[in-house]
């Protein structure tokens, strides 16, 4: 099984994230995927056919990217409507589910401060929470110092996106 398909069944936010890695490691290559699987698919260690699976499924993906004209910024439809998906749900959850409301409340701070960071580009409470994560992820890549403010962020993030994660793959398996 592909990594995006484990991660889409386990934690949709996991999934989200990871797919926004995988659109900025399709564009850090151009669009090239001899590049992509030079440099990243064969080094990872399974067997050759999982490898061409691999490297048909970022063939897939890069496509699509191109398709929906987000070849410099900008998430596939899929991600955008999933997040969609998750802040309608997050609402809902707010309403009905009380753990999860002291688990939001907490992060309230943290997502304000990051709304407002963002100049009003971003105001979904679960778009700015997933943006942190995905953020904090990049920064901790490129080497880059993590001050404990931030920290404090994505960890509040972290517990939003793992509660509203765990209680939508539930819903959505019937459960």
Avoid at 62 to 83: F, P, V
Avoid at 127 to 155: E, F, M, S, W
Wanted: charged letters at 25%; a positive charge; aromatic letters at 10%.
């Amino acid at each position: 099984m592909l990594i995006a398909e484990k991660k889409r069944k386990e934690s949709i936010s996991e999934y989200i994230i990871f797919m926004y890695q995988t659109e900025d490691l399709i564009r850090a290559y151009n669009f090239n995927l001899e590049e992509i699987y030079k440099y990243v698919i064969q080094h990872f260690p399974v067997e050759d056919n999982m490898k061409t699976r691999i490297k048909a499924w970022y063939r897939k993906t890069a496509n699509q990217m191109k398709k929906e004209s987000i070849e410099e910024t900008g998430h596939l439809e899929e991600l955008n409507q999933l997040a969609k998906e998750l802040s309608q749900f997050n609402l809902e959850l707010l309403k009905s589910d009380q753990s999860y409301r002291k688990i939001f409340d907490q992060a309230k701070l943290h997502i304000n401060r990051n709304s407002k960071l963002s100049n009003g580009r971003v105001s979904n409470p679960i778009q700015v929470c997933l943006n942190g994560i995905y953020g904090l992820l990049i920064l901790r890549l490129n080497g880059k110092p993590v001050d404990d403010n931030l920290k404090q962020g994505a960890h509040a993030f972290g517990d939003v996106l793992s509660y509203l994660s765990y209680k939508y793959q539930k819903r959505n398996n019937g459960h």
